[in-house]
C-alpha cells in the first residue's frame, strides 16, 4: 500500500462511522494516530457535516 494509498483510506474512514458520536470519536481516534493528517481528517469531517446538514435542511 502507497502513503497515497493510505491516507485516501485514512481519510474516508469517517463516512464509514454511523452517527454523529461514531464520527467524532472515529475523528479523534484517526488524529491521534496520524496527527500528520489532522488537517486533511478535519477538512474532511467538516464537508460531511455540512453535506449532512444540507440535506436535513
Do not use: C, Q, S
Not at 472515529?26 to 449532512?52: F, G, K, N, Q, S
Request: net charge negative; aromatic share 8%.
Amino acid at each position: 500500500m502507497t502513503e497515497a494509498d493510505l491516507r485516501d483510506d485514512v481519510i474516508f474512514e469517517p463516512h464509514l462511522a454511523e452517527g454523529e458520536a461514531e464520527r467524532n470519536a472515529t475523528l479523534v481516534r484517526l488524529v491521534r494516530a496520524y496527527p500528520d493528517l489532522r488537517e486533511d481528517l478535519l477538512d474532511h469531517w467538516y464537508e460531511i457535516v455540512l453535506m449532512e446538514l444540507r440535506a436535513a435542511a
